[in-house]
């Protein structure tokens, strides 16, 4: 996508060094625009951690390109050590995403192909660019699919906008490039369908009205920034047609696992009868869950729900909201049971949310 009208992806090879991975530093967006140097094993672990990068899909990429800069800093006798320690590592960065483990296993099974250190290196490079551009294509085929639906309530309405509730950030700064949830708003918006996006400000880390608002602007994508107790009433007044959301876990009984207040906004969609559909690559589908319970929810540091960060004139700032000795509790993720979501948008197609259901899109995995 755009920035500037100059195209980008999330993460890159330094075109002048090839041991260095860049990325987006997304805390500092919307306000600054700055490019990171990744160059050891541990920037990857705190890139994560720290959410320099964030969204499910870009958090397992960037876990593969770790799993390389391990390789690039070893020499044969220390090598798979180095390579098992940053896989350790770099696992216990985000636990909710079920995208991390499963970049993880991939390109650890690709690495073990090699037969001495040289190749393993070069196989971590490659495999870690073919799954950047997989990531992609299939935010691309989850676009197309999705473009179907707004289209049909775009006749429905006779051309009028059609409103689409978001809620936290899944475009194109979670994935590698074009976005999951916001990939099929792309697509009807360079098609011309009138489309006009609601922005769930997404506390305590405000990745709505930061990071969706910022991609939305960029692409010209019409679109309003609410905060999120709004939403409800928006969907009373008959002013949402549709809400759209990603995913960072989904169980094979199709419950989502997203950005903490998803839940509420399925709530509310269902009672208000709006349909209410998330985005899901099949990388952060979690085949062996079937109970909702058992997806581990990220606590994070209480410090994001007291203090709010924003831009003063002159200079990122952050600011206390609460008294200063007041307990914070922060749940990173909250998980939508299957019988709230009205389908799945996949890269294989769209589908109820169910085991079956899914079993057939993925017969072959």
């Known amino acids: 996508m755009k920035i500037g009208r100059k195209h980008y992806r999330t993460i890159w090879v330094h075109p002048d060094d090839p041991t ?13 625009f700055h490019i990171r140097d990744l160059r050891h094993p541990h920037d990857f672990v705190h890139a994560i951690k720290d959410m320099v990068v964030r969204g499910a899909p870009l958090i397992g990429i960037t876990a593969a390109y770790g799993l390389y800069s391990a390789l690039l800093h070893s020499h044969a006798g220390n090598a798979q050590q180095n390579l098992q320690a940053a896989y350790e590592q770099l696992l216990t960065t985000r636990p909710t995403a079920s995208n991390l483990k499963w970049a993880l296993k991939k390109q650890m099974l690709a690495i073990a192909e090699g037969k001495n250190l040289g190749e393993k290196v070069r196989i971590a490079l490659e495999h870690a660019n073919q799954m950047a551009e997989e990531d992609i294509e299939a935010c691309k085929k989850i676009g197309r699919h999705g473009l179907k639906i707004i289209e049909q309530i775009s006749m429905r309405k006779n051309g009028e906008p ?50 969706t608002a910022y991609e939305l602007l960029e692409q010209g994508v019409p679109h309003t920034v609410v905060v999120d107790n709004a ?44 349909p209410f559909y998330a985005a899901v690559p099949s990388s952060s589908i979690d085949w062996e869950i079937t109970d909702m319970t058992q997806i581990p929810i990220e606590e994070r540091s209480e410090t994001e729900v007291k203090h709010i960060q924003g831009f003063d004139g002159k200079r990122i700032v952050s600011v206390l909201l609460t008294p200063s000795h007041s307990k914070a509790l922060n749940y990173g993720f909250d998980v939508t049971p299957a019988r709230f979501i009205t389908g799945l948008i996949t890269e294989r197609g769209i589908c109820k ?3 079956k259901e899914l079993s057939m899109l993925f017969f072959d995995t």
């Open 162 to 211: 059609v409103h689409i509730l978001t809620h936290c950030n899944a475009g194109w700064l979670a994935t590698v490039d074009y976005g999951t949830a916001t990939a099929p708003i792309y697509m009807a918006h360079d098609k011309g369908i009138k489309v006009h996006v609601w922005v769930s400000e997404t506390r305590p880390r405000n990745q709505g009205s930061s990071l």
């Open 231 to 274: 939403c409800g009433h928006l969907m009373q007044r008959g002013w949402v047609d549709l809400c759209l959301v990603g995913s960072d876990r989904t169980t094979s009984a199709g419950d989502v696992c997203n950005k903490i207040g998803t839940y509420l906004k399925a709530l509310a969609a269902y009672e208000n009868k709006i």
């Open 20 to 32: 260095v991975i860049q990325v987006i530093d997304q805390r500092m967006l919307p306000h600054e």
């Open 353 to 355: 949310p169910g085991r």
